[in-house]
């Protein structure tokens, strides 16, 4: 009897294990035919064209409102010349807390 129970458990572990290579080539044949995710695939990138929607408030103010006049060209250029200076010799200040300090016009 026990000789029948283990021929009788090996012919089901083997049909067990035909089926299910069976299975596993039949299934990973097919799943290389249709995809996973067909409604996030139909969506896709719908979020950030969104995001971006929302971050222009108005895509066409610049055909609103005319361009304000800015300022003259004489004193634009005089601006810019003041501001490149300023960065070629910066003006010291004088600290008011070394007032005295290291000069000999102190009492010697």
């Not at 069976?22 to 064209?49: K, N, Q």
């Not at 004489?74 to 010349?81: G, L, N, R, S």
Request: charged share 15%.
């Amino acid at each position: 009897m026990k000789l029948e129970h283990l021929v009788m458990h090996l012919a089901t572990t083997r049909r067990a294990a035909l089926l299910l290579t069976l299975y596993a080539t039949l299934g990973g044949s097919l799943s290389g035919c249709m995809t996973s995710t067909p409604i996030w695939d139909a969506h896709f990138g719908e979020a950030v064209r969104t995001v971006t929607r929302m971050q222009i408030i108005d895509p066409h103010a610049g055909e609103h409102t005319p361009s304000t006049p800015g300022v003259d060209g004489k004193a634009a250029v005089a601006a810019q010349d003041q501001y490149d200076k300023s960065f070629r010799a910066p003006v010291t200040t004088v600290n008011p807390f070394v007032i005295g300090v290291g000069t000999n016009g102190g009492s010697q």
